[in-house]
């Protein structure tokens, strides 16, 4: 049973200002997203400029998502917002508005946690998604394998080791001049090129687990891309290196995902964050799916990177849980998925 009205959701864990509103069938009615723009002369994430952009833009994103909605505060029967994991001075900008949108209008509150988010994104995107199946959710903070026994319920198969895969193509991208983030344009730059034209490492570890490794992979990208650019390797055509590059990263993910549903007899996995709008990694799971006849979820592009509509959809099924009633929440920038939230004693 859902809500008896729609769910706003508030996302400010580190560079997107996200508000979304869902209606109480689920479906998306808004989903306004702000990517700071701030952090691109520093090369990555500032989180002090992170938090003065929350602060300065959510009021209005939250505007905007109610009005694509057609409602009012009023019309809301939840308030859905991310409380970790995520850089703690974003999480409580986004914590401290909704928390005063909800305490004087009674409106109940609902702590998401931001994995949660993402894991739940196939499931928005398919509604009819059967149980269990995977989640491969890659983004530049995060590479995580995660198996949805049922809705709301998480088991933790992989995760990476170091660098997240969105953080080696950022950083690479970065090196070779793209800017930040990098990962869009150097999806672009690679499409037409060769993807076997460098063989970068992929790392592999003892066991039959499904954590992942991209330290390897970026160092070695960097390192040969400094060579060839001195002179010290033969030059190569832009294209077929970021093509080799990118093939690299998404084979890897792939390797794991595909591996896990073999392991497990799972017929539905899923993509999610940041990562899953490379064109590239979205075509070889496709292609793996058809191949072996089971069902893959790619979410629109919209619905990877970080949102506000993923954070409601949450949102929507924990009010049915009884879940947003308490308003003393804080931000817990470590919240592992599937853990119980910690709540201080005192609003």
């Known amino acids: 049973m859902g809500a008896p009205g729609p769910v706003l959701g508030i996302e400010t864990s580190c560079d997107e200002t996200a508000a979304g509103v869902v209606g109480p069938d689920g479906r998306i009615l808004s989903n306004i997203v702000y990517s700071h723009t701030v952090h691109a002369d520093y090369g990555g994430i500032v989180p002090e400029l992170a938090s003065r952009e929350h602060a300065g833009r959510l009021p209005g ?10 409602l009012d505060v009023g019309d ?27 305490k004087p209008r009674r409106i109940p509150l609902i702590p998401v946690n931001h994995l949660e988010g993402h894991a739940h994104t196939p499931a928005m995107t398919d509604p009819d998604i059967q149980y269990p199946h995977l989640v491969l959710i890659a983004s530049g903070g995060h590479t995580s394998l995660v198996l949805v026994e049922r809705r ?31 990962g869009p344009a150097l999806d672009h730059a690679g499409e037409s090129g060769n993807p076997a034209a460098v063989k970068f490492p992929r790392a592999k570890f003892d066991g039959q687990g499904y954590d992942f490794s991209f330290s390897g992979v970026k160092t070695s990208a960097a ?58 990694w979205r075509r070889m799971v496709m292609a793996w799916a058809e191949k072996t006849g089971r069902h893959a979820v790619v979410p629109p592009p919209d619905l990877c990177a970080d949102n506000g509509a993923m954070i409601a959809g949450v949102g929507l099924y924990q009010w049915a849980q009884d879940a947003g009633t308490n308003v003393a929440i804080d931000a817990v920038p470590n919240w592992g998925l599937g853990c119980p939230l910690p709540l201080p004693d005192s609003n």
């Open 152 to 182: 709301g319920t998480f088991r933790s198969l992989g995760q990476t080791r170091d660098d997240a895969a969105g953080e080696a193509l950022d950083k690479v991208g970065k090196w070779m001049g793209f800017g930040y983030p990098a």
């Open 223 to 280: 390192q040969d891309w400094e060579q060839r650019q001195s002179g010290k390797r033969p030059p190569i055509d832009r294209a077929d290196w970021v093509a080799s590059f990118e093939t690299a990263v998404v084979e890897a993910l792939c390797d794991n995902l595909f591996r896990a549903a073999e392991d497990l007899s799972i017929g539905t996995v899923g993509l999610a964050g940041g990562v899953a709008r490379n064109r590239r």
């Open 61 to 70: 994103i939250v505007d905007e998502a109610l009005s694509t909605a057609h």
């Open 76 to 102: 809301l029967a939840g308030i859905a917002v991310t409380a970790g994991p995520g850089l703690v001075g974003c999480l409580l900008v986004g914590v401290a508005y909704a928390r005063a949108l909800s």
